[in-house]
């Protein structure tokens, strides 16, 4: 959702507010249509349908691509460097924004992107906060030739997106699970940390945590499920409440999201009273790699946050410069979406930790196959 010469992320520079964005309030809807750089709307696609029309090629000089995260979340921190890293390789205006706040809330996402729109950019990466509820500002932009492409989570089919890259978080958290169930032998009590309710990422996490439970018919009990602490002052309370209450009870814990990941290794790191306790984490935090090197946690599990804005933004760029259209036979449906682009996952324990501590959380590999398969997802004249 880390590095512009760093991997930290919760030593990055916070991302800058954006208090005149929102002061331009809801009021800049009706200011879509006649901005993003002089877009015709004659070619573009029918909003709320599979966009095959295509959109108005421009020129490079027009195209503004706007990456805005959903709020202020350490999974969205290498996006600033993709950002650059794709102004540098396209030639275009490539812009990393933050909505403010860290709740993910619609309410709040819609004003900045119109705010944007209103600056002339023409092309969005971007993060769907409330799922379903951003379907309507999406269908302004993509009516008036302004193409829109999510990542890191999906709105639900039919929608006017024209493709999600994300992490199939609902395969990911069963295969986590199965890690975790694996490393405590088969059997015993485990724990849950997940992340905020209004992440769309979450119900399709708990989805396959249970799957994976239910396999194990009884052997493996999921005796606590702690959520909506994906924020770094809801997640150490509440790991320390759970292994106050809790840890001795305990085989093994997990946790699907950032901040609940980085508390829990902090808390096996300096309490080893609690290392019975097998733990696998999310992301690449400094204080998660510590805890994997130094045998206080079993692993952590990757996702491709580098490249899934990388990957969408060259695809905007594709269909603005060159004229490619989304080609939806491309596409495989996952997670109840029929966009849906897997950017990758998988799993990092101690074996492999020194390849990646001190790195960014990317899968290069994963983008670059993505990226030379682009084919396979845009017909380009």
């Known amino acids: 959702m880390k590095d512009d010469t760093r991997n930290s992320r919760r030593g990055r520079p916070r991302p800058r507010p954006l208090k005149t964005l929102m002061g331009l309030g809801l009021g800049l809807v009706a200011l879509i249509g006649t901005s993003a750089a002089s877009i015709q709307t004659s070619g573009a696609a029918t909003a709320g349908s599979r966009q095959v029309a295509g959109f108005p090629v421009l020129k490079k000089s027009q195209i503004k691509i706007a990456i805005v995260a959903g709020g202020s979340n350490a999974y969205f921190t290498p996006w ?8 540098k390789a396209l030639g275009v205006t490539v812009t990393y924004v933050v909505a403010p706040g860290a709740t993910f809330n619609v309410n709040v996402e819609v004003p900045a992107v119109n705010a944007l729109v209103a600056k002339g950019y023409n092309a ?10 951003i379907e309507p500002e999406e269908n302004r932009l993509i009516a008036r030739g302004i193409p829109v492409i999510e990542v890191a989570a999906c709105s639900p089919s039919p929608t006017p997106a024209l493709a999600c890259f994300a992490t199939n978080v609902e395969a990911s958290a069963e295969y986590e699970t199965q890690l975790l169930i694996k490393a405590i032998g088969g059997k015993g009590n485990i724990a849950f940390l997940t992340g905020l309710l209004t992440d769309p990422n979450t119900v399709l996490r708990e989805a396959g945590v249970h799957q994976a439970i239910a396999a194990t ?4 009990k999921l005796v606590e499920t702690v959520s909506n602490i994906d924020t770094p002052s809801a997640a150490p309370p509440a790991v320390e409440s759970l292994l106050a209450s809790k840890g001795s009870l305990l085989q093994g814990m997990f946790s699907t999201d950032y901040y609940p990941s980085v508390a829990t290794s902090a808390a096996l790191l300096s309490n080893p009273s609690f290392r019975h306790i097998k733990f696998i984490g999310q992301d690449n935090d ?5 805890a994997i090197v130094q045998h206080a946690i079993y692993g952590t599990m990757y996702q491709n946050s580098y490249g899934q804005p990388y990957m969408a933004a060259t695809w905007l760029y594709k269909i603005l410069a060159d004229g490619c259209k989304i080609n939806p036979a491309g596409f495989v449906e996952a997670q109840g979406v029929d966009h849906f682009v897997n950017s990758g996952y998988f799993f990092i324990g101690q074996q492999e930790i020194s390849k990646y501590v001190g790195r960014p959380e990317s899968i290069p590999s994963q983008t670059s196959q993505l990226l030379a398969n682009s084919s396979k997802y845009l017909s380009c004249p």
């Open 80 to 87: 600033t460097s993709a950002a650059n890293a794709l102004a």
């Open 217 to 220: 018919h009884g052997k493996v």
């Open 124 to 133: 969005f990466v971007l993060y769907p906060d409330g799922a379903a509820a």
């Open 286 to 290: 400094p204080t998660v790699m510590k």
